[in-house]
């Protein structure tokens, strides 16, 4: 995205980068460094019922509290609402699929159902968006947050290029040995489903305590 922006293919205000957490948004808008628009799911549903209060039956004032009294929402809400008024008024989805053509969602496999509604809602299936993710990194199972959104999406977006990334840069070439022992045996006690790719080494020096860390990895792991 932020190449296509610099040079001139596509225009950074028609551009939407969410991602899970405001931490990860500020960082992302230091390294892009362009009048491109990033949000948390939370931010970009937040910023929809200001512009359209009116719509979701808000006063402009509204605000998001853990405790929802008269005109406050809570951060469930943000989501479900902004969902709610889009689904029921065909103008205003036109009007954000305009605004915001290109999409890219970062951590595609923790999202929710009403975040991947949201993401429906804002790109078609003929729609220009990248998702980023692992299935095999899913955490926010707690949330409600599903995999399968992950892995419904080259249905949902018959026309998307897959791409995977092997080549690790992070870790050391010991933990990468080990990761992929775990994957193969992963692969063979799931023999109808699609095989997990193997992973890449970079050949970063490898450090005595991470020799601990797998251990006790393979342990934990060994025992379920």
Same mark, same amino acid.
């Given at each position: ?8 293919? /596509?225009?950074? &205000? ?12 500020? &960082?992302?808008?230091?390294? %892009? ?10 931010? %970009?549903? #937040? ?5 359209? #209060?009116e719509v979701a039956g808000l006063k402009s004032d ?56 949201? /993401? ?21 199972? #707690? ?5 399968? #959104? ?10 998307? &290029? ?63």
């Amino acid at each position: 995205m932020a190449r296509m922006i610099s040079e001139n293919i /596509i225009p950074a &205000e028609n551009c939407l980068a969410i991602t899970f957490t405001r931490r990860a948004a500020e &960082e992302m808008q230091s390294r %892009l460094k362009c009048n491109i628009n990033i949000h948390t799911f939370h931010s %970009l549903c #937040f910023s929809i019922l200001k512009e359209n #209060f009116e719509v979701a039956g808000l006063k402009s004032d509204f605000n998001v509290s853990v405790e929802p009294k008269d005109n406050e929402l809570s951060f469930d809400d943000l989501i479900a609402v902004t969902v709610k008024i889009l689904n029921e008024n065909s103008n205003l989805v036109k009007s954000y699929r305009e605004k915001f053509k290109y999409i890219s969602v970062d951590e595609y496999q923790d999202i929710d159902e009403k975040q991947y509604e949201l /993401i429906r809602l804002l790109s078609p299936a003929n729609g220009y968006i990248c998702a980023i993710g692992d299935p095999n990194q899913a955490i926010y199972g #707690f949330r409600g947050g599903d995999s399968k #959104f992950f892995k419904s999406f080259a249905s949902d977006y018959p026309e998307a &290029e897959i791409i995977s990334l092997k080549n690790n840069y992070r870790s050391t070439g010991t933990i990468v040995t080990a990761s992929n022992q775990i994957i193969i045996s992963q692969n063979k006690q799931k023999s109808t489903a699609k095989p997990l790719y193997l992973i890449n080494s970079a050949g970063i020096a490898y450090h005595q305590n991470e020799v601990l860390y797998i251990i006790i990895a393979k342990r934990n792991a060994a025992c379920g």
